[in-house]
């Protein structure tokens, strides 16, 4: 039904940048959230960012300021920019769309890509 793309990961020294895009494809609607969550090791799932078709934007605490969302709503693509890396951010990254199928509101995620910010 919904299928999500990342690219963008990979390994990066402390203060460094990356850039993360996801696009989707399928049953995409025209009203969702598309944002990013991350996991690192033994860790659970955390929202990092997230915003919504009308641009509103949900930013976990630990990365306000460093950390940027944007969207192409009309190419269904989402990306994060990450600046001033550190290697607590070190996590593996998903893409996920939060969006209402039959009237229940339904979870898609990516395959997930590696961040790695290490020296």
């Known amino acids: 039904q919904v299928q999500l793309v990342e690219s963008g990961g990979g390994l990066v020294q402390p203060g460094g940048s990356l850039r993360l895009s996801c696009a989707a494809s399928?049953?995409?609607?025209?009203?969702?959230?598309m944002g990013w969550y991350r996991q690192a090791q033994g860790k659970t799932r955390e929202l990092v960012a997230a915003?919504?078709?009308?641009?509103?934007?949900n930013y976990a605490g630990s990365v306000k300021g460093r950390f940027t969302i944007s969207r192409d709503n009309a190419k269904n693509t989402v990306f994060l920019q990450m600046n001033s890396l550190k290697p607590e951010d070190t996590a593996v990254y998903y893409c996920?769309?939060?969006?209402?199928?039959?009237?229940?509101?339904?979870?898609?995620w990516g395959q997930g890509t590696q961040v790695t910010v290490s020296s």
């Open positions: 996920n769309v939060y969006q209402p199928m039959g009237g229940v509101w339904m979870n898609y």
């Open positions: 399928g049953s995409i609607l025209s009203v969702n959230d």
């Open positions: 915003m919504d078709t009308g641009g509103r934007t």
